[in-house]
T-cell receptor, first 114, second 112 residues
């Protein structure tokens, strides 16, 4: 299965600033997914990133707050913009496994906004 | 009400115990059922998956799906301290870019 490198692994940021999270996959994949995992809660899909087209955002998430880039089939970035303490969470990128629906996840970015 | 409800835990068992982790769901269209294991400060790792109803066994792990009851389980036999992690169930409707719906996770501690 694919190996995903995600960075940074953690960061502490000031409110009002932005953070860009990078996700590198060791093989070409059509879709990459960005999730948020808040403490004690399930994973919530933020958006699906397709190479060569605009990302598809889930209800409650907007492009101005979470702009996504997908310049090629192995790389994607998620930016968390104009951060507030409510954005403190773990952010994970993932790709599908074997095309049937299971995911491989990166190790996550633990974000704390102060 | 959430589409997927997972026993919240936390769960603490002695080494060697049999562990049962459970989820219920409300969407009868779910066809693919998965279990992920997440160690502290790591991303979730796909542990097992099943399609439709039935059982699937992989070593010490057995996944069960009962679609009539909308209930899935993961059994761990001869539990080890290395099994200590958070276990997440997940489900999805189909394979065509559908998204998975995750449970909140159950944290398991296996004590030596």
């Amino acid at each position: 299965s694919a190996v995903i490198s995600q960075k940074p692994s953690r960061d502490i940021c000031q409110r009002g600033t932005s953070l860009t999270i990078q996700c590198q996959v060791d093989s070409q994949v059509t879709m990459m997914f960005w999730y948020r995992q808040q403490p004690g809660q399930s994973l919530t899909l933020i958006a699906t990133a397709n190479q060569g087209s605009e990302a598809t955002y889930e209800s409650g998430f907007v492009i101005d707050k979470f702009p996504i880039s997908r310049p090629n089939l192995t790389f994607s970035t998620l930016t968390v913009s104009n951060m507030s303490p409510e954005d403190s969470s773990i952010y994970l990128c993932s790709v599908e496994v074997l095309g049937w629906g299971g995911y491989t996840f990166g190790s996550g970015t633990r974000l704390t906004v102060v | 009400q959430k589409e997927v409800e997972q026993d919240p835990g936390p769960l603490s068992v002695p080494e060697g115990a049999i562990v049962s982790l459970n989820c219920t769901y409300s969407n009868s269209a779910f066809q693919y059922f998965m279990w992920y294991r997440q160690y502290s400060r790591k991303g979730p790792e796909l542990l097992m998956y099943t399609y439709s109803s039935g059982n699937k066994e992989d070593g010490r792990f057995t996944a069960q799906v009962d679609k009539s009851s909308k209930y899935i389980s993961l059994f761990i036999r001869d539990s080890q301290p290395s099994d200590s992690a958070t276990y997440l169930c997940a489900m999805r409707v189909n394979t065509n870019a559908g998204k998975s719906t995750f449970g909140d996770g159950t944290t398991l501690t296996v004590k030596p």
